[in-house]
T-cell receptor, first 112, second 115 residues
Framework: ELKVEQNPLFLSMQEGKNYTIYCNYS?????LYWYRQDPGKSLESLFV?????AVKQEGRLMASLDTKARLSTLHITAAVHDLSATYFC????????????FGEGTQLTVNP | NAGVTQTPKFRVLKTGQSMTLLCAQD?????MYWYRQDPGMGLRLIHY???????AKGEVPDGYNVSRLKKQNFLLGLESAAPSQTSVYFC??????????????FGPGTRLTVT
């Protein structure tokens, strides 16, 4: 059974600081997805990482994938309040077909 | 394009009542999914479909049924609602071209309360 674990689950940080969210998964996969969810809203796709060593950046967010370590990171640079949201990583394993398995989510609060 | 739409947005049911949630997508996607989201548990897959006329069980299928009679629609049914089915339900769709991803596109969600 594919398991996806995110760390931390809750993160409160000051504006201007840097931090990293970690996503570990338990089985072979070279496709990992990051989503953002604002309170009361749906999930919005942030990044799709399709191979070992993949790195993608959008604004203050950068995601990377290490398939050998079964680890993805979402790095936040110089956080701003608008980044406050819940961030989910998801994986589709080699035997999962089109199904994604989601982590529990990391609830990020950026304080002024 | 409207993307993925869900009907209704909110619903309150009494225990034992039945209802159907409708998901529609206009992106010609092959794959469609129903999830439920509960606090502290992320998203859990209820049922999914890999094409018109096909359905399969996900992680938490008990108490739910689905149908995909048309490619653009995926229906989720609750035959006899229970308080444990109080949740936010999300529909999603995806496609895969060549070796690209199964990136999923989500609908706005349906907030269901069973009393």
């Amino acid at each position: 059974e594919l398991k996806v674990e995110q760390n931390p689950l809750f993160l409160s940080m000051q504006e201007g600081k840097n931090y990293t969210i970690y996503c570990n998964y338990s089985t072979t996969s070279d496709r990992l997805y990051w989503y953002r969810q604002d309170p009361g809203k749906s999930l919005e796709s942030l990044f799709v990482l399709l191979s070992n060593g993949a790195v993608k950046q959008e604004g203050r967010l950068m995601a990377s994938l290490d398939t050998k370590a079964r680890l993805s990171t979402l790095h936040i640079t110089a956080a701003v309040h608008d980044l406050s949201a819940t961030y989910f990583c998801a994986v589709d394993g080699v035997t999962s077909g089109s199904r994604l398995t989601f982590g529990e989510g990391t609830q990020l609060t950026v304080n002024p | 394009n409207a993307g993925v739409t869900q009907t209704p947005k909110f619903r309150v049911l009494k225990t034992g009542q039945s209802m159907t949630l409708l998901c529609a997508q206009d992106m010609n996607h092959e794959y469609m999914y129903w999830y439920r989201q509960d606090p502290g548990m992320g998203l859990r897959l209820i049922h999914y479909s890999v094409g018109e006329g096909t359905t399969a069980k996900g992680e938490v299928p008990d108490g739910y049924n689905v149908s995909r009679l048309k490619k653009q629609n995926f229906l989720l049914g609750l035959e006899s609602a229970a308080p444990s089915q109080t949740s936010v339900y999300f529909c999603a769709s995806s496609y895969r071209a060549g070796f690209s991803s199964y990136e999923q596109y989500f609908g706005p969600g349906t907030r269901l309360t069973v009393t």
